[in-house]
């Protein structure tokens, strides 16, 4: 099926720069692609580099008109599906799609897709078993993928008190009786958490699984629909963290690593905050100018 021009986007206009970065892109792909890999003739009258717009718009399945508009930079109103076919009619690999997906602010719906099967689980254990200090894995929705035995020590109340096989953050914070007196100033800590998915899955916008989960949270929790509502933007950048233990309070420094093309998956450390490091934050300062007479 061959797919006509698109409609343009509604709302704000849309970047030139990042639309001509796209045709620039999607021209290199082109240019790349070699004919005869493809099964096509190569020919003695070939000028240009690679194959011709008009042999990827068949390729892709879309009209030659919107193909070329597209690669000279000329709009940035393309839908999902239309990113698919050209990731697949220039075989991208998912290096170049995701950068494909991300110049034309679409969410890959590759990324993130509920399955199953993980096909890095055995390296997501292994990383977080070379860690010293509590770690664990996120994927792009926030659902735990492997974590060390000291996570299931400090985090024993979430990982093995949630429902499912790959327990979820924000479910556990927002759904879970337990977790407003296992984590220090809950109502503050959860707010922020909605701030911070909010931020970290902008690229989710239209996956219909994100859509799913956050509509499904916001019926189950009225704190999560307020928070979400608030539509309140803060970035996963780590800090500190407190959890009410059986101990006592336990106060860590969480750090925030992602890891490269993994779709969204992220690894946390929390570090033990050291007892000089915890008098130093405690300490009164001292004033800046002498007092007045």
């Not at 993980?118 to 974590?147: G, I, Q, S």
């Not at 996963?236 to 993994?262: H, I």
């Amino acid at each position: 099926m061959i797919r006509s021009q698109e409609p343009a986007a509604t709302g704000a206009a849309p970047s030139v720069a990042r639309a001509e970065q796209l045709g620039a892109f999607v021209r290199a792909a082109r240019e790349r692609l070699r004919p005869e890999a493809l099964g096509l003739p190569a020919g003695r009258r070939r000028r240009a580099r690679g194959l011709r717009r008009e042999e990827v718009a068949a390729l892709c399945g879309i009209s030659p008109t919107w193909y070329t508009w597209i690669e000279q930079g000329r709009t940035l109103a393309v839908s999902v599906a239309t990113l698919e076919a050209i990731a697949q009619g220039l075989r991208l690999v998912p290096a170049e799609r995701a950068y494909l997906f991300r110049l034309a602010a679409r969410a890959d719906p590759q990324v993130g897709q509920a399955s199953t099967f993980d096909p890095h689980a055995d390296e997501h254990a292994e990383l977080v078993r070379m860690v010293r200090c509590p770690a664990y894995v996120l994927d792009a929705h926030w659902d735990v993928l492997a974590h060390n035995r000291k996570a299931q020590r400090l985090l024993r109340p979430w990982l093995t008190g949630a429902r499912t096989a790959e327990p979820n953050l924000l479910r556990w914070v927002f759904l879970h009786p337990a977790a407003r007196d296992w984590i220090v100033d809950w109502e503050s800590r959860a707010h922020r958490l909605a701030a911070e998915y909010r931020a970290d899955t902008a690229h989710l916008r239209d996956d219909p699984r994100h859509r799913r989960f956050v509509a499904a949270l916001c019926e189950d929790s009225a704190e999560f629909a307020r928070a979400w509502g608030s539509q309140q933007v803060l970035e996963r950048e780590g800090g500190l963290r407190a959890f009410a233990t059986a101990d006592g309070v336990l106060e860590y420094r969480q750090f925030t690593l992602r890891l490269a093309a993994r779709g969204g998956v992220k690894l946390i450390l929390l570090q033990p905050l050291s007892d000089a490091a915890r008098e130093d934050r405690t300490a009164p300062r001292a004033a800046s100018h002498p007092p007045a007479d």
